[in-house]
């Protein structure tokens, strides 16, 4: 158990920077999910924390120790991969031990922990068995034994579920999140599923393109979007995005002409905004947004309308059934508080967007 | 013309395309067997009738050429020298080769695709351009007519050849075998020797076993570079083959030539279940 530390890490391969200066702090026993699209840097920050790729500037610190220039094995972490990489000629009791007799434990004590970690990954019948002979949910349980019978101060996950099937992925998301609250280790957990990293993490970081974009509790990503990337990662269905031009005050021109009425009494530092809208927030209401409605997906507990609003398509999903039909004509409003308004930084380029301080009414 | 051919048609086409393809390997199979054939055939005949039109298939057989030369060419000599430097280089060219080919697939060295190009190249090098200076060089430390000289010098083709095979063996293996094992505790080396080596036992022992086959078969430095003491079985059948002051001398040949090539078959029928599998795996494994 230990902190662990990152201070303004880069890493180049040649003139290709791929991680421009990452700062992240966390706690002693906290579950901290890295999300973003591929090639984001997720997976290199955490390769970096384990030692399989050096460190071009920065530092990264395990508990109170610098570990740029230390050897993986010394590092005392424990990582599981995406494709398990079990030793496919050591059995399932033997890959288990493997770290520990690396270790030079006593024999007894590694029969103790495999046996302990069997019991409560529900390995102890398949202990003989080699990785070919189990499923994908069985050997990502014996990648997840090998990692808690070491006992480390630092677990690495990187993307251990995306090779299973969409219902064991989800039966072993909440078996790692109950590993993690029983074993209470620091944990650092890559994803590009946003889902996995809400539900799993104590903290999201969302990065992008070789940068934190944003770093907090899961619903406080959802909630309060730095930019307008995180808006559109975090959530599912996607944040609807809506841009035009700032007129009369708090009136929004699309690009067709369509005039949306916004909260009134802000100010509007640029002409040019994007209003966010979570498809949950919207409401069905006479004197809203007037959409036309082109496809309804009900799953039950809710449907997802798909509409069309000022020529661009936005989604909408209602709580329970609908009686609208596609083709009709629906009115939409958000609360105002509900509203996501970013504003292009020109002076940073147009690829961050900020979100105005917003109005709680 | 695909859509009306009935299932069973196709079934039957396919029977058949099966039977086609069997016999054509019969026959490409006789085609190479029967050279052997012969000359094992012609090994166990007097010499009168080596030379008989039309050739006899049906003969007293002897064994009197085979215990002659054994003892004339020295042959039980040359078979153990053989065995030394084939099992000597293969196994010194595996334990640098794969290590060579594992470096060349796995560490990020600066123009390691360049220098493993030309460590190939070395091989397109024709080897009687390379005998004469081996030779020299042998001569000035001394080292001719040894087994560790022919050892070192079937190492300079062997190397390349195990490196290559090796290297493509090594990257269809995933990465994070020898990622997880570092994490587990192992130096680079540690996991190369205890989760690399060990998946790649049957890809390693296909290479030693080809390396060694090569080895068992040279001719052209075994001529250069030994004289008596360490002189190998290929150099005895060109001795007969070019004795011009008897002439060849066929039933010798065929003798010496048979006891060549009978270590080869009986060492691939015993290994061959790991030759199989080690080509497969090394095409297929993931």
Redesign the interface.
């Known amino acids: 158990m230990s902190t662990l530390d990152i201070h303004n890490v880069y890493k180049a391969y040649g003139s290709v920077e791929v991680l421009h200066g990452v700062s992240l702090n966390i706690k002693d026993g906290e579950f901290v999910a890295l999300v973003g699209p591929s090639g984001c840097g997720k997976s290199t920050l955490l390769r970096m924390i384990?030692?399989?790729e050096d460190i071009t500037a920065g530092d990264i610190v395990i508990g109170d120790r610098i570990v740029n220039d230390v050897?993986?094995?010394n590092?005392n972490?424990?990582?599981v991969?995406?494709?398990y990489?079990l030793?496919?000629?050591m059995n399932v009791r033997d890959n288990m031990g493997?770290?520990l007799r690396?270790?030079r434990m006593p024999k007894a004590e590694i029969e103790r922990r495999v046996n302990d970690a069997a019991r409560i990954l529900g390995l102890e019948p398949l202990l003989e068995r080699k990785p070919r002979a189990l499923s994908g949910g069985q050997r990502q349980r014996v990648a997840m034994g090998?990692a808690i019978v070491?006992e480390p101060n630092v677990f690495l996950f990187d993307e251990p579920l995306s090779n299973l099937d969409a219902k064991l992925r989800v039966q072993m998301r909440s078996e790692i999140k109950e590993l993690h609250q029983r074993l209470g280790i620091t944990t650092v957990y890559v994803t590009h599923d946003q889902i996995e990293a809400m539900t799993l993490a104590d903290r999201v970081v969302v990065m992008n393109g070789g940068i934190i974009e944003q770093e907090g509790p899961p619903l406080e990503l959802y909630d309060k979007p730095a930019s307008r990337f995180v808006a559109a990662f975090i959530g599912s269905p996607p944040m609807n995005f809506l841009e035009g031009e700032i007129a009369d005050g708090a009136v929004l021109v699309l690009a067709d002409g369509t005039r949306l009425q916004l909260p009134a009494g802000r100010q509007y530092r640029r002409a040019h905004v994007t209003v966010g809208v979570r498809p949950e927030h919207f409401e069905l209401h006479e004197t809203g947004w007037p959409a036309t409605v082109s496809v309804i997906e009900p799953t039950g507990s809710e449907t997802q309308i798909t509409a069309r609003m000022a020529g661009q398509i936005v989604r909408i999903l209602v709580r329970g059934r609908t009686l609208v039909m596609p083709g009709e004509v629906i009115h939409l409003q958000v609360r105002s508080e509900l509203l996501h308004i970013f504003e292009d930084e020109v002076a940073r380029g147009s690829r961050v967007l900020h979100l105005q301080e917003k109005q709680y009414a | 013309m695909t859509s009306i051919a009935s299932p069973i048609l196709k079934r039957r086409s396919g029977r058949l395309g099966h039977k086609v393809r069997i016999a054509a390997g019969v026959i490409v199979s006789l085609i190479f067997l029967f050279p052997i054939y012969w000359m094992v055939l012609t090994s166990l005949k007097q010499p009168v009738d080596i030379f008989t039109t039309p050739p006899t298939f049906f003969f007293e057989p002897t064994i009197a050429t085979y215990v002659e030369y054994f003892r004339r060419a020295d042959i039980s000599r040359r078979l153990i020298n053989t065995i030394i430097v084939a099992a000597g280089s293969g196994v010194l060219s595996i334990i640098v080769g794969s290590m060579a080919g594992y470096a060349l697939a796995r560490v990020r060295i600066r123009g390691a695709t360049t220098m493993g190009l030309l460590i190939l190249l070395s091989r397109g090098v024709p080897p009687i351009a390379l005998a004469v200076p081996m030779f020299l060089v042998a001569r000035k430390l001394g080292l001719t007519d040894k087994h560790i000289t022919l050892i070192l010098a079937y190492c300079t083709f062997l190397i390349p050849y195990v490196m290559w095979l090796m290297r493509s063996f090594f990257i269809s293996l995933p990465r994070e075998l020898e990622e997880s094992a570092m994490i587990d505790g192992c130096s680079r080396y540690g996991a190369f020797l205890k989760i690399i080596v060990p998946i790649s036992l049957p890809g390693l022992l296909s290479t030693l076993i080809f390396s060694m086959i090569l080895a068992w078969e040279e001719l052209l430095f075994a001529l250069v570079l030994t004289n008596r003491y360490a002189s190998t079985i290929p150099v005895a059948i060109a001795g007969i083959a070019g004795d011009t002051i008897n002439g060849a001398n066929w039933g010798a040949l065929t003798a010496v030539g048979t006891i060549t090539v009978v270590p080869v078959v009986i060492f691939a029928l015993l290994v061959q279940k790991w030759l199989i599998r080690g080509l497969a795996d090394g095409a297929t494994k993931g």
Do not use: D
Request: no cysteine.
């Open positions: 384990a030692g399989l050897a993986p094995k590092r972490v424990a990582m991969f995406q494709n990489a030793y496919p000629h493997f770290p690396q270790r090998r070491r």
